[in-house]
């Protein structure tokens, strides 16, 4: 076991877990947030995906005993109050979503490359969003609409950061 | 996953002690080859010593005419790094062409370079570089540390602390992907170097990453693509599996290794 301690989506969680807790069983399991979702478990489809100081990552890849002090975001953790985050909002408009399973770690994937191009000063072109996604598999919607909302999206999340320049 | 026992040793000497000390100890680099071998029960380690917490571990350096990479250095942090995008562009360009973005944040050089799967993209760079790997205990030449499909020269709690790359005059990688694992089915890596030229194919291979001689000749000569007319490899050597034949993958040798000398910088 090892004693674990860290910030999810603002708040302190601490607990003991056996060593071999993946981050995506603590997530779901221990803190009940269930909107991170597993669906291969084998790596490769990104339903999980979560932010780990500041990075994306699959939760179902990462153990939870090796992030101790980290600082975690999950999908519960994108929107404001009430408010949803633009890249939610984007999905919703857009239709970027069926069934739902794959979304909220398309969510977080998008949230990341659209922060990521945007440290850099680079654009983030269609093409580029959907060599982004080669981690995010999705069974239901052919991927147009998620580009579209990723694209819509990127505009309304540099709309503040101009507006302060 | 079965249980194991997890370390987060403060420096090298404490990890391979724990390593020397565990029944079946395995090091944890990005844990993104590791973690999911263990998941399938392919794995079981029984003490897993990350090496996450030795600080400097992911520094990258260049002088001398050498690029220092840290082992934990993560392939995202290598493809964004001004330094080796100053130093060996295409290492940075191939860094950031490894799986997808989260595999990136995690994956690291050292595990990767560790593992030598026959599909990887880094193999070729260190080969075609002629790197060195630096481990706790030695320095080995790049022509002698792979020795194999997921076999290498690192011996028993020996750990990668850093690759030394020489710095070519240019140099280009290109991978064709398996359209659905995004691995290499076959990726070329070339180096115009103060020795010569130097070319190693990944993904291709029976025996994992190796030298193309005929094609290094022919490069040495002219270091551009038409100078690889005629230049092939053994398609006895070669991989044969459901995403291509042996034949197929030499020919596709022949047609990345033109594709990364167009491209080299
Ligand atoms: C979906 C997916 C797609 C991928 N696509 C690609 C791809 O296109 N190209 C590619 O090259 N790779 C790909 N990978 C593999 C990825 O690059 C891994 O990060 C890499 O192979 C292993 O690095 P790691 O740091 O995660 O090592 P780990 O998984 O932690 O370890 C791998 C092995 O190396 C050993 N090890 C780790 N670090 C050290 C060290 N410093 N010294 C000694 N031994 C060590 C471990 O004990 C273990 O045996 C992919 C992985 C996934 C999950
Ligand atoms: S559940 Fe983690 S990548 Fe599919
Ligand atoms: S909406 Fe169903 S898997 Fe993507």
């Keep these: 076991m090892t004693q674990i301690k860290m910030t999810v989506n603002g708040k302190s969680a601490s607990a003991d877990v056996p060593d071999n807790t993946l981050l995506s069983e603590f997530l779901r399991e221990n803190l009940r947030l269930t909107g991170t979702h597993v669906g291969c478990d084998t790596s490769q489809c990104g339903a999980c995906v979560v932010h780990v100081d500041g990075r994306a990552v699959k939760s179902c890849t990462v153990l939870a005993a090796s992030l101790d002090g980290a600082d975690v975001t999950t999908i519960e953790g994108v929107a404001n109050g009430k408010e949803l985050h633009p890249m939610q909002a984007a999905f919703k408009k857009h239709h970027g979503l069926q069934c739902g399973f794959c979304t909220p770690g398309m969510i977080m994937s998008g949230i990341d490359m659209v922060s990521r191009y945007q440290a850099e000063g680079q654009a983030l072109t269609e093409d580029a969003i959907r060599h982004e996604l080669e981690g995010n598999i999705c069974r239901c919607t052919g991927y147009h609409n998620i580009v579209k909302a990723i694209e819509d999206a990127a505009d309304q999340m540099s709309a503040p950061a101009q507006a302060a320049e | ?265």
Excluded: W
């Design chain 2, 1 to 265: 996953m079965y249980q194991t026992k997890y370390h987060k040793p403060a420096s090298v000497d404490e990890a391979v002690a724990a390593l020397s000390s565990a029944e079946d100890g395995k090091v944890l680099g990005g844990g993104q080859t590791l973690l999911p071998t263990m998941k399938q029960h392919l794995a079981a380690p029984t003490d897993l010593v990350d090496l996450r917490g030795i600080a400097g571990m992911d520094a990258i350096s260049a002088a001398d005419g050498v690029l220092t990479i840290g082992a934990g250095a993560r392939h995202a942090d290598v493809a964004a790094s001004a330094t080796v995008r100053e130093a060996i562009p295409a290492l940075a360009c191939l860094a950031g062409g490894i799986g997808d973005p989260a595999v990136r944040s995690m994956g690291t050089i050292g595990g990767s370079v560790a593992n030598n799967d026959p599909a990887a993209d880094y193999p070729a760079a260190v080969l075609g570089l002629g790197a060195t790997v630096v481990t706790n205990s030695r320095e080995i030449a790049a022509d002698d540390f792979f020795e194999g499909m997921f076999s290498t020269a690192l011996g028993e709690d020996e750990i990668i602390t850093a690759i030394k790359f020489p710095i070519p005059s240019s140099a280009g990688y290109t991978k064709f992907p398996n359209p659905a694992s995004r691995y290499a089915m076959v990726g070329v890596f070339v180096a115009q170097t103060g020795g010569g030229a130097r070319v190693a194919v990944t993904g291709a291979g029976q025996d994992g990453v190796f030298r193309a001689e005929m094609m290094e000749n022919a490069l040495s000569s002219s270091f551009e693509a038409g100078a690889l007319d005629g230049a092939t490899v053994d398609s006895r050597g070669m991989l044969s599996d459901i995403h291509g034949t042996a034949e197929y993958r030499a020919h596709l040798v022949s047609v990345m290794a033109k594709r990364a000398v167009d491209s080299a910088v």
